[in-house]
């Protein structure tokens, strides 16, 4: 079966602009979540949707927000764009993330300049 | 919430022998722990996980261990080979959401 899939795979972004990254789960699985993955710091959680409900954020600004649909399929904005956040976004899907395999996508690479 | 703690955050060893990585974390309540390997320029992929109902599991040349008194797992992998090469994250749930550790770049030197 298709894997996860994310779009698009790389951003170049100005300052001050606002970003809107997709990404489509494994058929059946419910949950995505989203990572932000930067040298040196990880991968840092930024929030997880399980039937169109966010039920967990991370530690980031509310510049970053996020929406899931109907059909699982989940975004991620960014608004007000930074230099720091040019960076790996990463989601993953899972059937429940507690419990069962997640699964990444291949990441959006966003530079911001 | 949970936190997640990996050492050492850089590994070298020599092809063939054994590589380990040790993880600590800090919710009790925490039932599940992947390890995940991730290669330059490409995603994190699942190598192997526990349940906190099992002690050990085996792959292969992989194997992880759980002490759930203790609080820390590990990634054990042997007769190791250039392609074993990359970045690992262990992971634990806490919450809703899996929390990663730092990483470890493993190098393997022919």
């Known amino acids: 079966k298709a894997g996860v899939t994310q779009t698009p795979r790389y951003l170049i972004k100005t300052r001050g602009q606002q970003v809107t990254l997709s990404c489509s789960p494994i058929s059946g699985h419910r949950s995505v979540s989203w990572y932000q993955q930067t040298p040196g710091q990880g991968l840092q959680f930024l929030f997880e949707y399980f039937s169109e409900t966010q039920r967990n954020k991370g530690n980031f600004p509310g510049r970053f927000s996020g929406r899931q649909f109907s059909n699982s399929r989940s975004e991620m904005n960014v608004s007000t764009l930074e230099l720091g956040d040019s960076a790996l976004y990463l989601c993953?899907?899972?059937?429940?993330?507690?419990?069962?395999?997640?699964?990444f996508g291949q990441g959006t690479r966003l530079t911001v300049v | 919430g949970e936190n997640v703690e990996q050492h050492p955050s850089t590994l070298s060893v020599q092809e063939g022998d054994s590589a380990v990585i040790k993880c600590t974390y800090s919710d009790s309540a925490s039932n599940y722990f992947p390890w995940y390997k991730q290669e330059l320029g490409k995603r994190p992929q699942l190598i192997i996980d526990?349940?906190?109902?099992?002690g050990e599991k085996k792959d292969q040349r992989i194997a992880v261990t759980l002490n759930k008194t203790a609080k820390h797992f590990s990634l054990h992998i042997t007769e190791t080979q250039p392609e074993d090469s990359a970045v690992y994250f262990c992971a634990a749930t806490g919450a809703q959401k899996l929390v990663f550790g730092q990483g470890t770049r493993l190098t393997i030197n022919p």
């Open positions: 993953a899907s899972s059937f429940s993330m507690s419990y069962t395999e997640a699964f």
């Open positions: 526990i349940r906190s109902n099992v």
